[in-house]
């Protein structure tokens, strides 16, 4: 089995400034990894993946990811966030060659100050 | 609009009540997956069928649930005798994935919150 663990459940940052969301995986086989984002009152919308190649995967919204498989990492990354950013994202990941549903984090909240 | 929608958007009922809920995936979309996502948590899995067969069921799926997608289209969720941890968010998610897809993208509906009093 896999299972994500997203290090911080909240992470405040000011508008214009880089973030970073910190998402670690366990797993004994391949996987795919995903970042999804949530805003209030909305359903989770796919912000990238993961799936094989280049280990740099650019998605939406200016957010970007990196895969580290020696570390089992795949935090998220964006240069400079806007209010609008606001909203819970979730890192998941899921067994490459099976039924590709994903196991979710808890979650990590980004609060955008102005 | 042609995204993934569910009804109700909200769903208040008292604990032994039955409730079913509904789910219409984007109109290509041959996966349909259902979640539930409780305060604090990330979505955990269900349920998943591909056209009309339900190919996986989680163990969070006890005998008062069950799911149905008669037609390979839409999909009901029902909760017999509903308890108070049944109080959730349910979510339905659809995808297009063929026996060779790598990774499709699962498109996830607006849910249904559930309060049971």
């Known amino acids: 089995a896999q299972s994500v663990t997203q290090l911080d459940s909240q992470v405040p940052v000011f508008e214009e400034a880089p973030v970073e969301l910190r998402c670690n995986y366990s797993s004994s086989v391949s996987v795919y990894l995903f970042w999804y984002v949530q805003y209030p009152n909305q359903g989770l919308q796919l912000l990238l993946k993961y799936l094989s190649g280049s280990t740099l995967v650019k998605g939406i919204n200016g957010f970007e990811a990196e895969f580290n498989k020696s570390q089992t990492s795949f935090h998220l990354r964006k240069p400079s966030v806007h209010i609008s950013d606001t909203a819970e994202y979730f890192c998941?990941?899921?067994?490459?060659?099976?039924?590709?549903?994903?196991?979710f984090g808890r979650g990590t909240s980004l609060i955008v100050h102005p | 609009d042609t995204g993934v929608s569910q009804d109700p958007r909200h769903k208040i009922t008292k604990r032994g009540q039955n409730v079913t809920f509904r789910c219409d995936p984007i109109s290509e979309h041959n996966r349909l997956y259902w979640y539930r996502q409780t305060l604090g948590q990330g979505p955990e899995f269900l349920t998943y069928?591909?056209?009309?067969?339900?190919?996986?069921k989680s163990r969070l799926l006890s005998d008062r649930f069950s799911a149905e997608r008669p037609k390979g289209s839409f999909s009901t969720l029902e909760i017999q005798r509903t308890e108070q941890g049944d109080s959730a968010m349910y979510l339905c998610?659809?995808?297009f994935g063929s026996g060779t897809s790598v990774g499709d993208t699962q498109y996830f509906g607006p849910g249904t919150r559930l309060t049971v009093l």
């Open positions: 069928f591909q056209n009309e067969a339900q190919l996986e």
């Open positions: 998941a990941v899921a067994r490459s060659g099976g039924s590709y549903i994903p196991t």
């Open positions: 998610a659809s995808s």
